[in-house]
């Protein structure tokens, strides 16, 4: 493996969709206006880099959109100066397809594991009710979940977990029933993945909710208390549906006006 020895966040971005209620993401680009109905998504995996580990902060979508694929990830990757094999870890905020769909494709015509080297962090409470459905989403999504159960490196989280020193779990709910938000301090840097509680830059001061989180008022709580954790500590916050600028940080706040969100320029290794 190649390690720099700089740690830094860069956004893998997958691509922007319309996805309207029959949940099928079908790709447009950042600038245009989803179908009537259907709302505007942009997926975008974190790469995590230390010296010492490569993680990946959600995974995208992987085969289940259109136009999408592990070729995407490997371009992704290609231009951090990594390969799918340099991935230690994959954290997952919640079992969402969008965000897990990554782990494995059938490029070949057979399942196979995306990053084969990785151990993939779960919740734990999350991933027994996935297994425990008798479909999840579709039949494709089912076959999909059950290789993993059965092939990936799998490790789980609980509610409140630390899993490395620089790196740490916390289950919020709100979007789903054990939903986490994923927190990195390793002394100097900072960064905060909420999952779909904080997913955009406009949502760190928006109030709104939604309904499409399992309990929209506790993701409305968690999103205010998120926000002002990563101001009062000095998390970047990584906005995994942001379709412009994923990678902010606070610099200011004001009693009516709410916090200043400034977008933070993407490092890339020479």
């Known amino acids: 493996m ?10 893998l971005y997958e691509g922007t969709f319309s996805v309207g209620l029959d949940k099928k993401f079908n790709r447009i680009s950042r600038n245009d206006k989803p179908a009537k109905g259907a709302l505007k998504i942009s997926l975008n995996p974190f790469l995590i880099s230390t010296p010492k580990r490569k993680y990946l902060f959600d995974c995208g979508i992987g085969e289940f959109g259109e136009d999408t694929g592990p070729h995407v990830m490997r371009d992704n990757l290609e231009e951090q100066s990594l390969t799918e094999f340099d991935i230690t870890d994959v954290v997952c905020s919640h079992l969402h397809y969008d965000h897990i769909g990554g782990l494995a494709h059938k490029e070949n015509g057979y399942w196979e594991l995306t990053f084969p080297e990785a ?3 779960v ?8 297994i425990d459905k008798d479909v999840y989403y579709d039949e494709e999504k089912t076959e999909f979940v059950s290789f993993i159960n059965a092939k990936a490196n799998l490790h789980f989280m609980e509610a409140e977990d630390q ?3 620089e790196l740490k779990v916390k289950e919020t709910g709100g979007h789903t029933e054990f939903h986490q938000v994923l927190l990195f301090n390793d002394g100097n840097e900072k960064y905060m993945q909420a999952g779909d509680i904080i997913a955009t830059r406009s949502q760190v001061n928006r109030k709104f909710a939604a309904k499409y989180d399992y309990a929209p008022e ?3 709580k968690q999103r205010e208390k998120l926000a002002k954790l990563a101001y009062d500590e000095g998390y970047i916050i990584l906005g995994y549906h942001d379709d412009s600028s994923p990678i902010i940080k606070l610099t200011g706040y004001d009693k009516k006006t709410g916090y200043n969100t400034e977008p933070i320029e ?3 290794p020479a």
Do not use: H, M, N
């Not at 190649?2 to 956004?11: I, M």
């Not at 919740?123 to 996935?130: A, D, I, M, Q, T």
């Open 218 to 220: 506790v993701s409305q």
């Open 2 to 11: 190649s390690f720099s020895d700089k740690t830094y966040a860069a956004a």
């Open 163 to 165: 899993l490395y020193p």
């Open 119 to 121: 151990k993939i962090w």
């Open 266 to 268: 993407p490092y890339a």
């Open 123 to 130: 919740s734990r409470k999350g991933w027994e009710k996935v």
